[in-house]
């Protein structure tokens, strides 16, 4: 079998996403998450919103892709994995995850841009100019807090 940098270095860790493997990915996850939090201060329009969030949405996604077309791990081949499988799913049960999922991301983001929503008129009335901004920075703060003690916690 080859040998991986897992092997090499003594970690028995594998990482799946290289974004959460350093400070400054984890600091560009929250800042995505800060930006999508802060549209309505910029963008006035329903549908242009909905287009910025989606166009946010898009662009992580492909940061994500890019960053995670490296596989460190040769263990993670794919086919390797598809044969050493029991067997297949059924079509049913996998187009019900994916429903199910999306279905769960779709009320989860409703559910945020209601709560921020609250939070930024609130914030409004107290003489905020830009409520979302400051709840996008907040919220970019806490995410990067959160996964910055994390990444500490089980380093050691």
Request: aromatic share 8%; no cysteine; charged share 20%.
């Amino acid at each position: 079998m080859t040998e991986t940098i897992q092997d090499v270095t003594g970690e028995t860790r594998v990482d799946y996403n290289a974004l959460d493997n350093t400070t400054g990915g984890r600091l560009l996850q929250a800042a995505f998450a800060g930006a999508f939090t802060a549209v309505p201060d910029y963008v006035h329009s329903t549908p242009a919103r909905v287009a910025s969030w989606v166009g946010l949405a898009a662009a992580f996604t492909g940061t994500v892709a890019a960053f995670n077309a490296f596989d460190e791990d040769p263990r993670n081949d794919l086919t390797a994995t598809v044969e050493r499988s029991s067997g297949t799913g059924s079509p049913a049960k996998t187009w019900g995850l994916l429903a199910g999922g999306t279905a769960l991301l779709i009320g989860s983001i409703r559910l945020s841009i209601a709560a921020d929503k609250k939070m930024a008129e609130a914030l409004r009335r107290r003489g905020a100019k830009r409520p979302y901004t400051l709840l996008g920075l907040g919220g970019a703060a806490l995410l990067f807090a959160a996964t910055e003690i994390d990444a500490r916690v089980n380093a050691s």
